[in-house]
């Protein structure tokens, strides 16, 4: 399957997937149960943490924040009041098939998520707004995907992925039929405050990490396009994007200010690891000299 970039934003339109809303219980939610104009809901409900987001801002630039797969807006909760806080608006919208039962996904895929990105992205346009992406892992690659097409004034992606340290990806587009779900290596929360929006699925569908590789290669086509200021932020340690990514990112990319912001203890979820304020003060950076250079 190829992707292509979109040329305009008719092109992200695509039939809401339905949501089921329950704890993850792979032996008892199998994808063949749910079917895609059900609305299933069972145990626990949406946390209020992992709802999309959007704060009014004061400056007259808007920041699209995008979260990574499996995750939820929850781990963009800090990030977005900091940079509220100086006057941004703020689009963090959730990811269909997230952020509420991991069989979810199975009703999404690679189009669902480009086209929440697009329309977050044409709703700060629509305000008369300059525009910023900023995206974490997933996130980041919709970021450089939509880029093109909405003319940001800045790009920032934060542990995105080019290469990755499992390998399943490579064989999730038939290796699904025999394991439908994965389930993954349950992380540890932060210590701190952090803790409060540590909301994201502990396994997947198999077949989903495969849309997700889909748009990892289709972002490598589409680096050279992207033009605008461009801040990497990656993570030497991170046990989920190999860092060698960054590099990938930033020679790639058509931009001519670009830099890459090394952390040295974060973990794959930075945005809430003790480099935050790191990451905080570099993007509110970033973003400054943007709104300098207009």
Known sequence: MRISTVSSFSDFGHEKPALCLQRWRPQ???????????LCIVVDLLHPHAEGFSFPGTNGNGVVVLHGWTGSPAHLRLIGGFLNDHGYSIEAPRLPGHGTHVSAMEQTSWRDWLRAAGEAAQAVLDRGERLHLVGLSMGGILSILIAPT???????????????????????????????YHEGEIREPPQDEAADY??????????????????????????????????????????????????????????????????????HVAL?????NVIHGGVLGHLEAARGSA
Do not use: M
């Open 28 to 38: 008892q939610c199998q994808s063949s149960a749910i079917s895609a104009d059900t």
């Open 150 to 180: 909405f003319d940001p004034a800045s790009v920032t992606t934060i542990n995105a992925p080019q290469r990755v340290q499992n390998r399943l990806g490579r064989a999730a587009g038939f290796l699904h039929r025999w394991k439908p």
């Open 198 to 267: 540590w909301h994201q699925y502990d396994g997947f569908p198999t077949r989903a990490i495969h849309d997700l590789f889909l748009l990892v290669r289709a972002s490598r086509t589409a680096l050279p396009r992207v033009t605008a200021p461009l801040l990497v932020i990656q993570s030497k340690v991170d046990e989920t994007v190999r860092p060698a990514s960054a590099q990938t990112i930033h020679d790639r990319a058509g931009s001519d200010e670009k830099r890459i912001l090394w952390l040295e203890r974060s973990r």
């Open 272 to 276: 809430l690891d003790s480099e935050r």
